[in-house]
T-cell receptor
Framework: AQTVTQSQPEMSVQEAETVTLSCTYDTSESDYYLFWYKQPPSRQMILVIR??????QNATENRFSVNFQKAAKSFSLKISDSQLGDAAMYFC????????????FGKGTKLTVNP | KAGVTQTPRYLIKTRGQQVTLSCSPI?????VSWYQQTPGQGLQFLFEYFSETQRNKGNFPGRFSGRQFSNSRSEMNVSTLELGDSALYLC???????????????FGPGTRLTVL
């Protein structure tokens, strides 16, 4: 069974600073996908970044990047130049079931951005 | 393209009743997944439908059921509601290859169900 663990229930960062959110996962599959989703107070879940496990290069999307350590089963999210609009719950998720889109989510990290 | 839509957005029911939630995926998406989000259990997978067939099912009792129509719209039904069914129900759609997974899922705004 897949598991996803986010060990930081809450994090805070100053505006314009950098913050890293941690995520570890466990799966016996060799082919899988990892995601970070953001859920602001409006509750709409938004994709932040996606990583295919077979790709060694870390995914980046503007100010968001990941540090994917496959051997350690670690998938952390780095947010650079934090903005007030980055404040939200961040969920790490894994899909490792071929032929299914099922996502297993971590419990989430609540990010606060201080002005 | 229009995003994933869910109706209704808010619902209040009493114990023992049943409820039907609706989800319209992004145009062209054939996969629809449902998740339950609660403060205690977090986000839990309910089921996934692909081309009108249930492709995967989470660990929920048989009171939770769903279906998908030929236009990819999906409904989920919860019968004999319990207090613990109070949650945010999220629907997500994607456009995967039939035999693959891992496609990006796009979420709707959710339906907030309160059971009294």
């Amino acid at each position: 069974a897949q598991t996803v663990t986010q060990s930081q229930p809450e994090m805070s960062v100053q505006e314009a600073e950098t913050v890293t959110l941690s995520c570890t996962y466990d799966t016996s599959e060799s082919d899988y996908y990892l995601f970070w989703y953001k859920q602001p107070p409006s509750r709409q879940m938004i994709l932040v970044i996606r990583q295919e496990a077979y790709k060694q290069q870390n995914a980046t999307e503007n100010r968001f990047s990941v540090n994917f350590q496959k051997a350690a089963k670690s998938f952390s999210l780095k947010i650079s130049d934090s903005q007030l609009g980055d404040a939200a719950m961040y969920f790490c998720a894994c899909n490792s079931q071929g032929g299914s889109e099922k996502l297993v989510f971590g419990k989430g990290t609540k990010l606060t951005v201080n002005p | 393209k229009a995003g994933v839509t869910q109706t209704p957005r808010y619902l209040i029911k009493t114990r023992g009743q049943q409820v039907t939630l609706s989800c319209s995926p992004i145009s062209g998406h054939r996969s629809v997944s449902w998740y339950q989000q609660t403060p205690g259990q977090g986000l839990q997978f309910l089921f996934e439908y692909f081309s009108e067939t249930q492709r995967n099912k989470g660990n929920f009792p048989g009171r939770f059921s769903g279906r998908q129509f030929s236009n990819s719209r999906s409904e989920m039904n919860v019968s004999t509601l319990e207090l613990g069914d109070s949650a945010l129900y999220l629907c997500a759609s994607s456009s995967p290859d039939e035999l693959a997974g891992g496609d990006t899922q796009y979420f709707g705004p959710g339906t907030r169900l309160t059971v009294l």
